[in-house]
């Protein structure tokens, strides 16, 4: 008897396939031209490409290794996330400072998007669970979207500070610059695990 499919599960591997069809088709003309540049916006596909490949291995250790709370969760997502900068801060230390152009190892950028994505996966759907399980029900909707318009406002305000990797290049270094958000995310974390007792008797036993 054949099995029935979803349309959505079919529409997907449709998706993928067109996708990794476009992606290969791009690489190869690239790679075959007589003049080639690797630009960091083929680099985006990368987060895609660890959380496929990461999410089943993530979800494996919270059930059978270690499921800490969720405002540990968070704590280890900003963690990783400001080892990602790290990795920039020390990749880009011998640009100088207000350098117009560099030139650096593309394995800076490929361990910044790892370790940012795996910090994303201890994060947001870490973050959508808790949402789901801590709202009024009646509330259910308005806290989803309030959580989604932290999320803009967050990208909003990363773009203004981002805005600012000319300024402080010039004025300092390139390095610098990622330190600094380095630096925000490891002072989130640690006021974040310094409240996880308080937070976690806030949640009423749920995990």
């Known amino acids: 008897m054949m099995q029935q499919y979803p349309a959505t599960i079919i529409a997907t591997m449709i998706s993928f396939v067109i996708i990794w069809f476009l992606g290969i088709w791009k690489i190869q003309r690239e790679f075959t031209a007589f003049e080639t540049e690797v630009v960091a916006s083929w680099f985006q596909i990368l987060n895609a490409f660890f959380i496929i490949t990461l999410a089943a291995v993530f979800s494996k250790i919270w059930e059978k290794v270690w499921?800490?709370?969720?405002?540990?969760?968070?704590?280890?997502?900003?963690?990783?996330?400001?080892?990602?900068?790290?990795?920039?801060?020390?990749?880009?230390?011998?640009?100088?400072q207000g350098a117009a152009t560099a030139s650096v190892s593309m394995v800076w950028l490929i361990a910044a998007y790892f370790f940012h994505t795996t910090g994303e996966l201890c994060l947001s759907p870490v973050g959508l669970s808790y949402v789901s399980k801590l709202s009024p029900?009646?509330?259910?909707?308005?806290?989803?979207?309030?959580?989604?318009?932290?999320?803009?406002?967050?990208?909003?305000?990363?773009?203004?500070?981002?805005?600012?990797?000319?300024?402080?290049?010039?004025?300092?270094?390139?390095?610098?610059?990622?330190?600094?958000?380095?630096?925000l995310p490891w002072t989130a974390a640690l006021i974040l695990l310094l409240l996880t007792p308080l937070l976690k008797k806030m949640m009423h036993g749920i995990r």
């Open 67 to 96: 499921n800490p709370s969720g405002p540990v969760k968070f704590a280890m997502g900003l963690f990783l996330l400001g080892v990602g900068f790290v990795v920039l801060a020390y990749g880009s230390k011998d640009i100088p």
């Open 137 to 183: 029900k009646k509330l259910i909707g308005l806290v989803f979207g309030l959580w989604f318009a932290s999320s803009a406002i967050a990208n909003f305000t990363g773009s203004q500070l981002g805005g600012l990797i000319d300024k402080i290049s010039t004025e300092y270094s390139m390095s610098h610059f990622f330190g600094i958000f380095a630096a």
